[in-house]
């Protein structure tokens, strides 16, 4: 089973290494993460970040795929250097920690479109990062695959995947009833597992973190049989 969302690095005091991450998450029975790094609200840890995953990159290969989550100024010409170094397979953008204009995410788009890579959205918190702010992108793009990670608010989630076939979701901190809404209208394929982890440590301080990462498999995966498929 795949986890397509978990982050190394720091957040918030709380550090997680690679190997720890791997090691943890293998003995849950997880073949694939797709993993990233946690960025600053400046990206001043970007390069040291993609640094640190290629180290470990050619150590844990099949086990890792690799995300790079880009900020607004990124220059294309410096996403092709990173590219070079570490085959990523997914772009992230956060519009919640980063602020992003529309004419931006289709400057980022131009270039996965050609890569065929995947842009994973971070979704929630405010209204620049809701859903709904990506709606007239996934359908002006039929051809772009997009994962909206939390898929919040759900009902602006559940109309986009609606409407358009190329949108996913994933799991990462999506609450059961939301999950349920997702099943409910059919769209169980179209979610993928994700967990966030290790950050529940932080939103969880009391829990042990494995123990709270095997609910989460219980949860959904026993509960709704999802479906995880991951394609580029
Ligand atoms: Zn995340």
Redesign the pocket.
């Known amino acids: 089973m795949i986890d397509i ?1 978990v ?1 190394f690095g720091k957040f918030r005091g709380i550090e997680t290494n690679i190997p720890e991450i791997i090691e943890n998450l293998t003995q849950q029975g997880i073949t694939q993460i797709g993993l990233m790094p946690l960025l600053d609200e400046n990206a001043s840890n970007l390069k040291d970040s993609h640094s640190i995953l290629k180290k470990y990159y050619t150590q844990y290969e099949t086990q890792i795929i690799p995300i790079l989550w880009v900020p607004p100024h990124i220059l294309m010409s410096e996403i092709e250097t990173l590219m070079s170094e570490i085959p990523y397979k997914i772009i992230k953008i956060h519009g919640y920690l980063h602020h992003w204009t529309k004419e931006n995410i289709i400057r980022i788009i131009k270039f996965t479109e050609i890569q065929k890579l995947p842009i994973m959205f ?1 979704t929630g918190g405010c209204k620049h990062s809701e859903a709904g702010f990506y709606m007239r992108i996934c359908q002006t793009y039929p051809n772009q695959k997009f994962i909206l ?1 939390h898929g919040r608010p759900i009902k602006q989630s559940i109309k986009i995947m609606q409407l358009c076939n190329n949108v996913l979701t994933d799991t ?1 901190f999506m609450s059961i009833d939301d999950l349920q809404q997702l099943v409910d209208k059919g769209l169980q394929d179209r979610v993928l597992f994700g967990t ?1 982890y290790p ?1 529940n440590k932080y939103f969880y301080p009391d829990k042990n973190p494995i123990d709270w990462y095997k609910e989460q498999i219980d949860e959904i995966v026993t509960t709704f049989g999802i479906r995880m498929r991951i394609k580029g």
């Open positions: 969302h982050h971070h990670a990462a966030d950050i």
